[in-house]
Structures are given as structure tokens and as C-alpha cells.
């Protein structure tokens, strides 16, 4: 089992930064990939970024340039560092991860609240 809580939501102005932490615990060494997802009220839950273990990344259009995705091994800690926010970024973010030979993510956190305002 993987244990995953997230940090670093809030309230910001447009235009704004926020760096998101998702600190993991538990079969660290099963995890291949992680994630950040975000849904806002009434909409589908969206896949924003991926980060695979070795080390590859990729982001969903809206975010491209904004958002980055990153990992620090030695605090099993996982990031999104959000710039020049939007107010359509405000969503729940959620951080995910999955297991080694499956698409699939299985393990998930409680998720972040970020309220980007005009």
C-alpha cells in the first residue's frame, strides 16, 4: 500500500504561483508513475501532469509552460509548481500513483483546494 497526502492549495490572485507537495509513504519501491489530476464543480476529473519514476513528464495543453512537475527522491515527495495561474485553474488537485506494469492509478491522496481569483 501507498499512502499519499497533499499540501500547498489556497487562495491566490491570477497571475500568481503556488507549489502543491504530495508527500508518499508505504511500497515506495511499487511505484512507477505519479500524477496530479484536478477537478473542478461540475466537471470531469482531468489529468494535468505525469512524472514517471526515470524521470519522464508530460502535461495536459492548458498547463504547458505554467505548470511543472517534479520529485524529490530522498523526501519521496512530489510537486507541481503552478505559475501564472488562471482562474480556470481553480480546482481540487489531486496527486496520484501507480503501480509498475499497469495504467491504472491506484493510490490516492485527499486532494488540495486552489481558488485562483480575478
Known amino acids: 500500500q501507498v499512502q499519499l497526502v497533499e499540501s500547498g492549495g489556497g487562495l491566490v490572485q491570477a497571475g500568481g504561483s503556488l507549489r502543491l507537495s504530495c508527500a508518499a509513504s508505504g511500497s515506495i519501491s511499487s511505484i512507477d508513475g505519479m500524477a496530479w489530476f484536478r477537478q473542478a464543480p461540475g466537471k470531469e476529473r482531468e489529468l494535468v501532469a505525469t512524472?514517471?519514476?526515470?524521470?519522464?513528464?508530460s502535461y495536459t495543453d492548458s498547463v504547458l509552460g505554467r505548470f511543472t512537475i517534479s520529485r524529490d527522491p530522498a523526501k519521496n515527495t512530489l510537486y507541481l509548481q503552478m505559475n501564472s495561474l488562471k482562474p480556470e485553474d481553480t480546482a481540487m488537485y489531486y496527486c496520484a500513483a501507480r503501480r509498475y506494469f499497469t495504467s491504472r492509478y491506484d493510490y490516492w491522496g485527499q486532494g488540495t483546494q486552489v481558488t485562483v481569483s480575478l
Open positions: 512524472l514517471r519514476i526515470r524521470g519522464s513528464t
